[in-house]
């Protein structure tokens, strides 16, 4: 695997406030869910690029239930004997993974790293990404004529609630290039929450649902003119 940053882009990977090692093999995600029986149909003419030679790997991951549990995933595969003439896939991550949420803090708000759209784009769909203690979401597009429109907003997040693949938009959203996306969430650590395990913890970011926090804001998008 070539670990450039030619190559990086080309995947459409771009995941701010996480910068690679030029030592390390490239990762990025192709496909995620949450949940159970999630299913993401992706637009018709639409795929994601994957290079000759890369390894695909399915990870999962699992909370403990105190009991043998099974697992039961599948991976399917479709093959089609001609090139079809589809839009790359590309998907933001907007991760804050330097977040540390001190002892019972109610409000405490991440900015997450700012995205600048670099070719004229249309953004098919978003999600938010939070474990129990994440309490809101916002995220808007700053256009380069100064207008400012509403990507995504979540004033009462709901773990319970999370979606398992991101929610398209009714119709693609146009934002030209020099646009800059901006996020942020609010993180409560309090005694307020009645989902939070342990308000005396202080809260690293990582990938258990109790232990850790996970803010993220993820937007899947193709270049106008690919």
Known sequence: INSDLDERQKTGVHTPGS????????RFNVYSTYGRNNRKIVPANTA?????????????????????EKERTKLYF????????VHPLRRIDQMATSTVVPPYAKNFRVDLP??????????????????????????????????????????AFDYGWHPGAPAYFAKPRFFPRGTVLKSYVIIDNSTVNPFNPDPSATVPYGSTLTGDEMPKFQCVYHFARD
């Open 19 to 26: 910068p690679y090692r030029e030592d390390e093999p490239i």
């Open 114 to 155: 700012d995205f600048k759209v670099e070719k004229d784009s249309l953004f098919l769909a978003c999600t938010a990404h939070m474990h129990i203690r994440g309490r809101e979401l916002q995220s808007w597009a700053l256009l380069p004529d100064g207008r400012k429109e509403r990507i995504l907003s979540i004033p």
């Open 48 to 68: 994601r690029f994957l290079p000759k030679g890369w390894y695909l790997i399915l990870e999962t991951h699992h909370e403990g239930t105190g009991k043998p």
């Open 78 to 85: 479709y093959e089609t004997k001609k090139t079809p003439s």
